[in-house]
């Protein structure tokens, strides 16, 4: 039983690291990215859709991402909705493909990015001490009810602990990695 809440736990907190690295990958950096437009999602017919799920997204350069629509018709909505991403990108629009030219950063923005990038860390520490929290709650109530033993609920623990600072620990190096790809010039 404790064997499977430690999986679990490892399982769980593996996701969160997952679910940062996916979020890393929507904070702009200085070069052009597919992963810049993860985010968006456009009104069309009614309905969300996430931008990747009605247009191919590439970045045929550096500094060029362009977005071809599956539907023509969709592309005005599609220009409005990276307009209201607020990405810092203004689309151009030639009536077949849109066109994203991504401008140099400014220092401040670098720095505002990093922030950015922070807060996303933080909340992938918060997920991950959170998980532990709750299997650390479970170890207790397996130890209360008599199924454990205090040595097994200790050993746990300790366990427990390790693979959370082992998920921390990956989580921080995710971020040093951003930091330094954001604050390059």
Same mark, same amino acid.
């Not at 060029?64 to 005005?76: H, I, N, Q």
């Not at 849109?98 to 220092?107: A, G, K, Q, V, Y």
């Not at 929290?133 to 209360?144: C, F, G, H, I």
């Not at 971020?175 to 330094?180: N, Q, V």
């Given at each position: 039983? #404790?064997?499977? =809440? ?11 690291? *997952?679910? /940062? ?8 950096? &200085?070069? %052009? ?15 969300? /859709? ?5 247009? /191919? ?7 060029? =991402? ?21 990405? &810092?990108?203004?689309?151009?629009? $030639?009536?077949?493909? #849109?066109?994203? @030219?991504?401008?140099?950063?400014? +220092? *401040? ?9 922070? &807060? #996303? ?25 008599? +199924?454990?033993?205090? $040595?097994? *609920?200790?050993?746990?623990?300790? @366990? ?8 921390? %620990?990956?989580? $921080?190096?995710? =971020? %040093? ?6 604050? +390059?010039?």
């Amino acid at each position: 039983m #404790i064997d499977d =809440l430690l999986k679990d736990a490892q399982e769980r907190m593996h996701k969160s690291v *997952e679910a /940062t690295r996916g979020e890393f990958g929507s904070v702009r950096t &200085g070069r %052009a990215s597919p992963a810049l437009l993860d985010r968006v999602v456009v009104d069309y017919y009614g309905t969300q /859709t996430p931008l990747t799920q009605m247009a /191919t997204v590439s970045a045929p350069e550096a500094r060029l =991402l362009t977005v071809m629509p599956y539907d023509a018709a969709s592309l005005g909505d599609i220009e409005r909705a990276i307009v209201a991403a607020d990405l &810092g990108i203004t689309p151009g629009n $030639d009536g077949n493909i #849109i066109r994203l @030219s991504i401008p140099e950063l400014t +220092e *401040e923005r670098r720095k505002e990015l990093a922030k950015i990038a922070k &807060g #996303i860390a933080e909340e992938g520490r918060i997920a991950i001490r959170n998980i532990r929290r709750d299997v650390m709650q479970d170890l207790k109530a397996l130890k209360d009810s008599g +199924e454990s033993g205090s $040595d097994e *609920e200790h050993r746990a623990e300790e @366990s427990l602990q390790k693979q959370t600072d082992a998920q921390i %620990a990956e989580l $921080d190096e995710l =971020l %040093a990695r951003k930091e330094s790809e954001i604050l +390059e010039v």
